[in-house]
């Protein structure tokens, strides 16, 4: 764990506050994510779940603006999505899951973004390099109708360096590549069963510095922009 998890911390009847609500709090167990854990902590605005052990995360009624993956994580899902940001910004090696609190509309709508952190080489610019290019190991949503990734980095880009999503399972109809670095998906499936996804129709990626796409989206009926 890279971080202390402020569940146990506030467990002992102590109480945290933050000093910057922009500043993330660790929670690494989920079954420390409730009420009574949250009656104990102020200024805090970013729930991290990095080093997570796995499970279900579940951000009814808890108050955060956004979840950041920070570190790596077992399979974990996140849940009860409204308006919360997600970000990730270190490499993960397995699944995370994302489920919004309602789900039954013909419009519902996630972004993930996805940056590493820029990495001091000592020298006047950073360059994008394998550390601060991030892999996430398997990105999982479900009806969701418009899927969105944002794929930046903190550093220079660099020709023939990209962020990766090694697998997108998704029954998204759309999806939607913005950001200021290029994004490769290696696997697109339509859930985790490694179905070939055969629900998404349009790839509008008109707004990024670039997609990858693997073999999954060849010979698929699916209109490509940008």
Do not use: R, W
Request: net charge negative.
């Amino acid at each position: 764990i890279s971080a202390p998890d402020y569940g146990d911390v506030v467990s002992t009847n102590a109480t945290v506050t933050g000093c910057d609500g922009t500043a993330p709090l660790p929670i690494t167990n989920d079954d420390n994510l409730d009420a009574g854990t949250m009656a104990k902590v102020t200024g805090f605005e970013v729930l991290s779940i990095g080093s997570s052990a796995g499970s279900t995360y579940n951000l009814s009624s808890m108050g955060f603006a956004g979840v950041v993956v920070d570190a790596d994580i077992a399979a974990t899902t996140v849940s009860n999505i409204t308006a919360e940001t997600i970000d990730i910004t270190a490499t993960t090696t397995a699944a995370l899951t994302l489920a919004l609190k309602t789900a039954t509309g013909s419009t519902d709508a996630l972004t993930v973004t996805i940056e590493g952190a820029a990495v001091d080489t000592g020298a006047d610019d950073d360059t994008t390099n394998d550390t601060n290019d991030l892999t996430v190991s398997e990105l999982v949503t479900a009806s969701i109708e418009t899927v969105t990734i944002e794929s930046n980095t903190a550093a220079t880009n660099e020709a023939g360096v990209s962020n990766v999503v090694s697998v997108l399972a998704t029954d998204a109809t759309k999806l939607v590549v913005t950001g200021d670095h290029v994004l490769t998906i290696t696997d697109f499936q339509e859930d985790t069963s490694a179905a070939v996804n055969t629900d998404t129709v349009t790839i509008d990626a008109s707004a990024s510095a670039g997609l990858i796409m693997g073999d999954y989206v060849s010979g698929l009926n699916v209109s490509i922009l940008g």
